[in-house]
Nanobody, 127 residues
Framework: VQLVESGGGLVQAGGSLRLSCAAS????????IGWFRQAPGKEREGVSC????????YYADSVKGRFTISSDNAKNTVYLQMNSLKPEDTAVYYC?????????????????????WGQGTLVTVSS
């Protein structure tokens, strides 16, 4: 079971980035996939999640209207399109998988209970 993130980087405030999370080793449709982030000195928080079997999505209030999550089931990949980035979006972004979760549950679960994580990708937004 493996998740591999890519797409992080340095961007100016107002800019855009697209993160990718490539999954392997499990039945993609049986899982919800979520993007979490952890800024220095802060707890890891759920940002956006998607239920692959039904396509439902969830967004934290802080990113609604700016971030869009999508899934390509043929490629077993989940994307996070991040627009209108702000300095407070700076964090390490992780993707995680939860079997039989629905999107809101995954994003609001205690992250310590999730077992499947990617290695993380750093997003830095300069002001």
């Amino acid at each position: 079971v493996q998740l591999v993130e890519s797409g992080g980087g340095l961007v100016q405030a107002g800019g855009s980035l697209r993160l990718s999370c490539a999954a392997s080793g499990f039945t993609f449709d049986d899982y919800a996939i979520g993007w979490f982030r952890q800024a220095p000195g802060k707890e890891r928080e759920g940002v956006s999640c998607i239920s692959n079997n039904i396509g439902s999505t969830y967004y934290a209030d802080s990113v609604k209207g700016r971030f869009t999550i999508s899934s390509d089931n043929a490629k077993n990949t989940v994307y996070l399109q991040m627009n209108s980035l702000k300095p407070e979006d700076t964090a390490v972004y992780y993707c995680a998988a939860g079997r039989a979760f629905i999107a809101p549950m995954l994003c609001n679960v205690n992250y310590r209970s999730l077992e499947v994580w990617g290695q993380g990708t750093l997003v830095t937004v300069s002001s």
